[in-house]
Protein backbone atom coordinates (compact mmCIF):
# COMPACT_ATOMS: atom_id res chain seq x y z
CA UNK A 1 0.00 0.00 0.00
CA UNK A 2 1.22 3.86 -0.68
CA UNK A 3 2.15 5.71 1.84
CA UNK A 4 0.65 9.39 1.42
CA UNK A 5 2.92 12.22 1.36
CA UNK A 6 2.80 15.04 3.45
CA UNK A 7 3.85 18.81 2.70
CA UNK A 8 5.33 18.60 6.32
CA UNK A 9 5.57 22.83 6.01
CA UNK A 10 2.39 23.36 5.22
CA UNK A 11 0.57 21.39 8.11
CA UNK A 12 3.13 22.86 10.50
CA UNK A 13 2.33 26.25 9.04
CA UNK A 14 -2.13 25.48 9.43
CA UNK A 15 -1.32 24.21 12.75
CA UNK A 16 0.67 27.02 13.49
CA UNK A 17 -2.21 29.23 12.33
CA UNK A 18 -4.62 27.26 14.69
CA UNK A 19 -2.48 27.77 17.58
CA UNK A 20 -2.04 31.29 16.56
CA UNK A 21 -5.95 32.27 16.79
CA UNK A 22 -6.59 30.13 20.14
CA UNK A 23 -3.61 31.87 21.72
CA UNK A 24 -5.47 35.00 20.92
CA UNK A 25 -8.15 33.86 22.64
CA UNK A 26 -6.34 33.14 25.62
CA UNK A 27 -4.55 36.44 25.63
CA UNK A 28 -7.80 37.76 25.68
CA UNK A 29 -8.95 35.63 28.41
CA UNK A 30 -6.04 36.45 30.82
CA UNK A 31 -6.42 40.34 29.92
CA UNK A 32 -10.25 40.09 30.96
CA UNK A 33 -8.93 37.74 34.53
CA UNK A 34 -6.32 40.67 35.25
CA UNK A 35 -8.75 43.17 35.40
CA UNK A 36 -10.76 41.15 37.99
CA UNK A 37 -8.11 40.07 40.03
CA UNK A 38 -6.95 42.30 42.94
CA UNK A 39 -3.40 43.88 43.40
CA UNK A 40 -0.39 40.76 44.71
CA UNK A 41 1.36 38.34 43.58
CA UNK A 42 -1.85 36.85 41.14
CA UNK A 43 -1.58 39.59 39.00
CA UNK A 44 2.13 39.95 38.76
CA UNK A 45 2.42 36.11 37.62
CA UNK A 46 -0.81 37.02 35.06
CA UNK A 47 1.08 39.59 33.53
CA UNK A 48 4.04 37.19 33.64
CA UNK A 49 1.91 35.08 31.83
CA UNK A 50 0.14 37.06 29.50
CA UNK A 51 3.42 38.50 29.00
CA UNK A 52 5.14 35.06 27.59
CA UNK A 53 1.79 34.50 25.91
CA UNK A 54 2.59 37.59 23.73
CA UNK A 55 6.05 36.52 23.14
CA UNK A 56 4.87 32.66 21.93
CA UNK A 57 2.06 34.73 19.68
CA UNK A 58 5.07 36.79 17.97
CA UNK A 59 7.30 33.74 17.61
CA UNK A 60 3.83 32.00 15.54
CA UNK A 61 3.36 35.20 13.29
CA UNK A 62 6.74 35.31 12.32
CA UNK A 63 6.80 31.74 10.92
CA UNK A 64 3.55 31.95 9.06
CA UNK A 65 4.87 35.19 7.61
CA UNK A 66 8.03 33.21 6.55
CA UNK A 67 6.27 30.57 5.04
CA UNK A 68 3.98 32.42 3.50
CA UNK A 69 7.00 34.54 1.80
CA UNK A 70 8.78 31.40 0.99
CA UNK A 71 5.90 30.59 -1.45
CA UNK A 72 5.93 33.39 -2.69
CA UNK A 73 2.31 34.72 -0.86
CA UNK A 74 3.48 37.48 1.80
CA UNK A 75 0.09 39.60 1.57
CA UNK A 76 1.56 43.36 1.31
CA UNK A 77 -2.40 45.68 1.68
CA UNK A 78 -0.63 49.05 1.77
CA UNK A 79 -2.52 51.69 2.94
CA UNK A 80 -1.90 55.31 4.85
CA UNK A 81 -1.91 54.81 8.50
CA UNK A 82 -1.27 57.20 11.26
CA UNK A 83 1.35 56.32 13.53
CA UNK A 84 0.13 58.01 16.61
CA UNK A 85 -3.15 55.47 16.64
CA UNK A 86 -0.68 52.45 15.52
CA UNK A 87 1.31 52.55 18.74
CA UNK A 88 -1.26 53.79 20.77
CA UNK A 89 -2.87 50.32 19.87
CA UNK A 90 0.24 48.55 20.40
CA UNK A 91 1.18 49.40 24.09
CA UNK A 92 -2.26 48.94 25.01
CA UNK A 93 -1.82 45.44 23.94
CA UNK A 94 0.88 45.04 26.41
CA UNK A 95 -0.36 47.60 29.29
CA UNK A 96 -0.60 44.37 31.82
CA UNK A 97 3.00 43.37 31.40
CA UNK A 98 4.23 47.51 31.34
CA UNK A 99 1.89 48.31 34.67
CA UNK A 100 3.49 44.81 36.63
CA UNK A 101 6.99 45.80 35.84
CA UNK A 102 6.20 49.38 36.84
CA UNK A 103 7.53 50.46 33.00
CA UNK A 104 7.06 53.65 32.09
CA UNK A 105 6.75 54.89 28.24
CA UNK A 106 6.75 58.39 26.89
CA UNK A 107 6.62 59.13 23.07
CA UNK A 108 7.21 61.69 20.57
CA UNK A 109 4.74 61.32 17.70
CA UNK A 110 3.02 64.38 15.96
CA UNK A 111 -0.35 63.73 15.17
CA UNK A 112 -0.23 64.31 12.01
CA UNK A 113 2.53 62.02 11.19
CA UNK A 114 1.43 58.90 8.84
CA UNK A 115 2.70 56.74 6.72
CA UNK A 116 1.83 54.50 3.70
CA UNK A 117 2.36 50.06 5.11
CA UNK A 118 0.94 47.27 5.95
CA UNK A 119 -0.61 47.72 9.00
CA UNK A 120 -0.75 44.05 9.92
CA UNK A 121 2.59 43.23 9.22
CA UNK A 122 4.30 46.34 10.78
CA UNK A 123 1.87 46.03 13.57
CA UNK A 124 4.04 42.57 14.12
CA UNK A 125 7.13 43.89 14.04
CA UNK A 126 7.21 46.74 15.78
CA UNK A 127 5.05 45.01 18.59
CA UNK A 128 8.31 42.45 18.98
CA UNK A 129 10.17 45.14 19.02
CA UNK A 130 8.47 46.33 22.31
CA UNK A 131 8.01 43.03 23.77
CA UNK A 132 11.97 42.16 23.79
CA UNK A 133 12.51 46.13 24.75
CA UNK A 134 10.01 45.21 27.92
CA UNK A 135 12.08 42.53 28.20
CA UNK A 136 15.57 43.83 28.64
CA UNK A 137 14.73 47.25 29.68
CA UNK A 138 15.18 48.74 33.29
CA UNK A 139 11.88 50.59 33.61
CA UNK A 140 11.63 53.02 30.45
CA UNK A 141 11.09 53.10 26.82
CA UNK A 142 10.46 56.34 24.76
CA UNK A 143 9.20 55.93 21.09
CA UNK A 144 9.99 58.33 18.68
CA UNK A 145 8.14 58.95 14.96
CA UNK A 146 10.21 61.08 12.62
CA UNK A 147 8.56 62.03 9.07
CA UNK A 148 11.01 63.48 6.24
CA UNK A 149 9.92 63.51 2.43
CA UNK A 150 13.27 62.29 1.00
CA UNK A 151 14.21 60.15 4.07
CA UNK A 152 11.18 58.65 4.98
CA UNK A 153 9.56 57.76 7.96
CA UNK A 154 11.47 56.30 11.02
CA UNK A 155 10.43 54.55 13.99
CA UNK A 156 12.78 54.29 16.82
CA UNK A 157 12.40 52.05 20.57
CA UNK A 158 14.79 53.28 22.86
CA UNK A 159 14.98 51.55 26.87
CA UNK A 160 17.23 52.15 29.43
CA UNK A 161 18.77 48.41 29.55
CA UNK A 162 22.52 47.17 29.01
CA UNK A 163 22.03 47.05 25.38
CA UNK A 164 22.28 45.04 22.63
CA UNK A 165 25.11 42.54 22.89
CA UNK A 166 27.70 42.61 19.64
CA UNK A 167 27.17 39.93 17.97
CA UNK A 168 23.33 40.96 17.38
CA UNK A 169 24.64 44.30 16.64
CA UNK A 170 26.88 42.60 14.40
CA UNK A 171 24.11 40.28 12.69
CA UNK A 172 21.71 43.51 12.52
CA UNK A 173 23.99 44.84 9.70
CA UNK A 174 24.37 41.75 7.68
CA UNK A 175 22.17 41.34 4.80
CA UNK A 176 18.97 39.60 4.93
CA UNK A 177 20.49 36.38 3.11
CA UNK A 178 23.52 36.03 5.51
CA UNK A 179 21.50 35.87 8.84
CA UNK A 180 22.51 32.66 10.64
CA UNK A 181 19.01 31.17 11.43
CA UNK A 182 20.96 28.64 13.74
CA UNK A 183 20.81 31.38 16.63
CA UNK A 184 17.35 30.61 17.19
CA UNK A 185 15.02 33.59 18.19
CA UNK A 186 17.69 36.07 17.55
CA UNK A 187 18.47 35.31 14.05
CA UNK A 188 14.54 34.35 12.91
CA UNK A 189 13.42 37.80 14.81
CA UNK A 190 15.75 39.83 12.74
CA UNK A 191 15.34 38.03 9.35
CA UNK A 192 11.84 38.31 10.26
CA UNK A 193 12.30 42.23 10.63
CA UNK A 194 14.49 42.47 7.48
CA UNK A 195 12.10 40.67 5.31
CA UNK A 196 9.34 43.24 6.85
CA UNK A 197 11.38 46.03 6.11
CA UNK A 198 12.36 45.21 2.71
CA UNK A 199 8.82 44.51 1.35
CA UNK A 200 7.90 47.81 1.57
CA UNK A 201 9.68 49.67 -1.05
CA UNK A 202 8.96 53.41 -3.23
CA UNK A 203 10.49 55.00 -5.68
CA UNK A 204 13.51 52.57 -6.20
CA UNK A 205 14.16 52.77 -1.88
CA UNK A 206 13.51 49.64 0.45
CA UNK A 207 12.84 49.58 4.48
CA UNK A 208 15.16 49.05 6.28
CA UNK A 209 16.03 48.39 10.49
CA UNK A 210 19.24 49.59 12.70
CA UNK A 211 20.41 48.44 16.12
CA UNK A 212 22.43 50.71 18.15
CA UNK A 213 23.31 51.39 21.48
CA UNK A 214 23.51 54.59 23.98
CA UNK A 215 20.76 55.72 22.78
CA UNK A 216 17.94 58.79 24.17
CA UNK A 217 17.90 56.46 27.60
CA UNK A 218 21.27 55.23 27.51
CA UNK A 219 20.36 51.50 26.34
CA UNK A 220 19.48 49.97 23.27
CA UNK A 221 17.89 51.65 20.30
CA UNK A 222 15.85 49.50 17.40
CA UNK A 223 14.64 51.45 14.19
CA UNK A 224 12.89 51.08 11.51
CA UNK A 225 12.95 53.27 8.36
CA UNK A 226 10.09 52.93 5.66
CA UNK A 227 10.61 54.95 2.38
Known amino acids: MTQPTFDF???????????KNSLCLLI?????????VPQGSATENMAKVHYEAQRINSG????LTLYRDQQGALPLNVDEHHWDEVLEE???????????????VTTDIDESAAG????????HLLNDVIINAMRYTADKLFITVTVDENK?????VHDN???????????????????DMKKGRTGLGL??????????????KKGFIELKNNGHLGGGVFSLTLP
Open 90 to 104: LLLNNEVYLEQRGIS
Open 9 to 19: SAILASSAHDM
Open 28 to 36: QLIEEVSEQ
Open 161 to 179: GDGFPNDMLKQAQMPMQQL
Open 152 to 156: GCQIS
Open 60 to 63: LIQL
Open 191 to 204: YFAHLIAEAHQRND
Open 116 to 123: YFDKDLIS
